[in-house]
């Protein structure tokens, strides 16, 4: 089995439908794709529409946090999404977005870059708008080469001359209400430093403790010793450690299937959830 456990659509800051992602995934010869888009699950009804024969649905989140003045996220798994105190918090997320992209706009705009409003409103479409959307813009008028080169100090990487925070939820109350919607908690690519700081070991013990279930350790920003020393952590901390795209269509470089979870991982995965079951394609439109 091929099993790809992170990719995003545009119901948040991928380039694919939700029925696009799925319709590629199964082209992809994968057998298994969770759909995790930023704290929302509005692309789940068109994903499972189009979902083709052969093809399983894993349907999910990843949820924006932060500990100890460090962005995390935080990939839910198979949780019940009308559970209302996470459905409350992913709310609560999402309508901090829209502020938070204005003010990076405006700082922008005082650093002489002339993105718009309403070209970042273009650009996102439908989805929640984040920063993939404003860094699409410094693109588009050509002050930085590719997505990823607007995620520095110079730009929008956490702390950057443009970045702006938002409300992000702690972890551990993270933890605990994925949990509460019956569902399976996983750290998202834990050590990718060129995002910006990433959360100690020690941390991650501690997020353990409380019910953390895995980590991801195969993905496209950790290098062969960070993910050597990641299985190591997973280990030691008894932690289901998964892989996966982090697809996000074609503003990253990543391809679906590019990193994938055991198959044994995968049941572990849904035998610990109670919120929500994989769905099975039969032939979507």
Same mark, same amino acid.
């Given at each position: 089995?091929?099993?790809?456990?992170?990719?995003?659509?545009?119901?948040?800051?991928?380039?694919?439908?939700?029925?696009?992602?799925?319709?590629?995934?199964?082209? #992809?010869?994968?057998?298994?794709?969770?759909?995790?888009?930023? =704290?929302?699950?509005? /692309?789940?009804?068109?994903?499972?529409?189009? !979902?083709?024969?052969?093809?399983?649905?894993?349907?999910?989140?990843?949820? @924006?946090?932060?500990?100890? /003045?460090?962005?995390?996220?935080?990939?839910?798994?198979?949780? =019940?999404?009308?559970?209302?105190?996470? *459905?409350?918090?992913?709310? *609560?997320?999402?309508?901090?977005?829209?502020?938070?992209?204005?003010?990076?706009?405006?700082?922008?705009?005082? *650093?002489?870059?002339?993105?718009?409003?309403?070209?970042? !409103?273009?650009?996102?479409?439908?989805?929640?708008?984040?920063?993939?959307?404003?860094?699409?813009?410094?693109?588009?008028?050509?002050?930085?080469?590719?997505?990823?080169?607007?995620?520095?100090?110079?730009?929008?990487? =956490?702390?950057?001359?443009?970045?702006?925070?938002?409300?992000?939820?702690?972890?551990?109350?993270?933890?605990?209400?994925?949990?509460?919607?019956?569902?399976?908690? &996983?750290?998202?690519?834990?050590?990718?430093?060129?995002? +910006?700081?990433?959360?100690?070991? @020690?941390? &991650?013990?501690?997020? #353990?403790?409380?019910?953390?279930?895995?980590?991801? &350790?195969?993905?496209?920003?950790?290098?062969?010793?960070?993910?050597?020393?990641?299985?190591?952590?997973?280990?030691?901390?008894?932690?289901?450690?998964?892989? @996966?795209?982090?697809?996000?269509?074609?503003?990253?470089?990543?391809?679906? +299937?590019?990193?994938?979870?055991?198959?044994?991982?995968?049941?572990?995965?849904?035998?610990?959830?109670?919120?929500?079951?994989?769905?099975?394609?039969? +032939?979507?439109?």
């Amino acid at each position: 089995m091929r099993i790809d456990l992170h990719t995003h659509s545009t119901a948040s800051d991928g380039t694919d439908s939700p029925a696009e992602l799925v319709r590629n995934a199964a082209a #992809a010869g994968l057998d298994v794709v969770a759909l995790t888009d930023h =704290d929302t699950t509005r /692309g789940y009804a068109e994903a499972i529409a189009a !979902l083709p024969e052969g093809l399983t649905l894993v349907t999910g989140a990843e949820l @924006s946090c932060r500990i100890d /003045g460090i962005s995390m996220h935080m990939l839910a798994y198979l949780f =019940d999404p009308e559970e209302p105190a996470l *459905l409350a918090e992913r709310e *609560l997320v999402r309508d901090d977005r829209v502020p938070r992209a204005k003010g990076m706009v405006a700082k922008l705009n005082e *650093l002489g870059v002339p993105v718009t409003w309403e070209q970042v !409103l273009r650009i996102a479409g439908d989805g929640s708008v984040g920063r993939p959307h404003v860094a699409t813009a410094l693109v588009e008028l050509g002050v930085v080469p590719t997505v990823g080169d607007a995620f520095t100090q110079d730009w929008l990487a =956490d702390g950057g001359r443009a970045f702006v925070e938002k409300h992000e939820t702690d972890p551990f109350e993270a933890i605990r209400l994925i949990k509460g919607a019956g569902g399976v908690a &996983v750290f998202a690519h834990p050590a990718a430093a060129k995002r +910006g700081r990433t959360v100690p070991e @020690s941390a &991650v013990a501690e997020l #353990a403790a409380a019910g953390l279930d895995g980590i991801e &350790v195969d993905h496209m920003d950790h290098d062969p010793d960070t993910r050597a020393r990641l299985r190591g952590l997973g280990k030691e901390l008894g932690l289901l450690m998964t892989g @996966s795209s982090d697809y996000h269509g074609s503003r990253k470089t990543c391809v679906l +299937g590019e990193y994938t979870t055991d198959p044994d991982v995968y049941g572990e995965i849904t035998r610990r959830a109670t919120g929500a079951f994989p769905v099975p394609g039969t +032939g979507g439109a």
